[in-house]
């Protein structure tokens, strides 16, 4: 991550994870996921590279619940980063999210969010003229290896099922994707799907 995208990914962690001065950090969460699957993209329409590989962990915070955000469902705001066990593409994302009861323990959240990625945005084309052998194999590999999220800077929608353990302790089975919508970039919008299990501890 270049040195800009890791001045706005901290600071648009601290400003959202405190609520704006609203709201203090309520959670922590740690999760592991499979990286890049494809199997939910492809069965809700929204794609994924299928391309890269490993494990992400997931190191995060959550707020308390906004009060001053009350007129769209008092979100909590959350920041965390994932960091790829391959180091391949890493990102660090802020939003909010809403939990939504279903039962007294079990409950459902949908969220959405920015995130700011190390990965690929703008591969070389693989059939440009007069490239040498080695090149169009270096580009290739890249090809058939690496994500082009065609922006560093992407949308993080996501959604969980949830069951409270405890009064502190929470774990989710949660997915979270990040792509530019065709909106944020130009050009490649391939996109990449985290599906995995995260433990919450509230403070």
């Known amino acids: 991550m270049g040195e800009s995208g890791v001045r706005w990914a ?25 990286h890049d699957v ?7 329409g929204v794609g994924a590279a299928g391309r890269e590989g490993g494990a992400d962990l997931h190191l995060g915070l959550r707020s308390d619940r906004i009060e001053a955000l009350e007129a769209i469902g008092r979100p909590q705001a959350h920041a965390f980063v994932s960091i790829n066990s391959e180091g391949t593409s890493n990102f ?10 279903i039962t007294r323990t079990v409950y459902v959240r949908p969220g959405i969010g920015m995130a700011y990625t190390d990965g690929k945005a703008g591969l070389p084309p693989v059939n440009a003229p007069g490239l040498p052998p080695a090149e169009i194999a270096r580009r290739l590999e890249l090809y058939n290896t690496r ?17 409270r353990l ?9 997915w979270v994707h990040i792509s530019n ?23």
């Open 10 to 34: 901290i600071a648009a962690a601290a400003v959202l994870a405190l609520g704006g001065g609203q709201a203090m950090a309520g959670e922590v969460l740690v999760g592991a996921y499979a």
């Open 38 to 44: 494809t199997f939910i993209g492809d069965a809700i």
């Open 92 to 101: 660090a994302a802020v939003g909010l999210s809403w939990p939504i009861d």
């Open 147 to 163: 994500i082009d999220f065609g922006s560093h800077l992407l949308f993080q929608p996501e959604i969980a099922i949830g069951l």
């Open 166 to 174: 405890s009064e502190r302790v929470s774990a989710e089975l949660s």
């Open 181 to 203: 919508g065709n909106i944020l970039g130009s050009g490649k919008n391939q996109g990449m799907d985290d599906a995995g299990v995260r433990l919450i501890y509230a403070f």
